[in-house]
């Protein structure tokens, strides 16, 4: 199990990428990149969390909250904080 759960997190950290590797113009359309990467990087931490590989889960936890901290905002705060905390977990 945790080593198709592993492949399953590799397949969404992938993705991730993509959408961080997007360029555009306009900051706005960055947010949007950067908020769906923290989305599909959440599942591959929980995906790594339920294949007990937990170094890999809070590493991608931790990287979630740095996302959302450099994203500024009070929401984005919130967030990075919910990440960090699933990541001392």
Known sequence: ?????????ETFVASA???LAKKSWFSS??????EEA???????AN???VGGLNQ??????MRVGKLYQEM??????NDAA?????AGE
Not at 29 to 34: A, G, H, L, T
Not at 56 to 61: H, V
């Open 29 to 34: 359309s960055r947010e949007k990149n950067v």
């Open 72 to 77: 500024n905002g009070d929401s984005n705060t």
């Open 1 to 9: 199990m945790a080593k198709a759960q592993k492949a399953k997190a």
């Open 17 to 19: 990428e993509k959408a």
């Open 38 to 44: 923290c989305e599909v990087l959440l599942q591959a």
């Open 82 to 86: 919910k990440a960090y905390t699933q």
């Open 47 to 49: 995906a790594y969390k």
């Open 56 to 61: 890999e889960a809070g590493a991608t936890y």
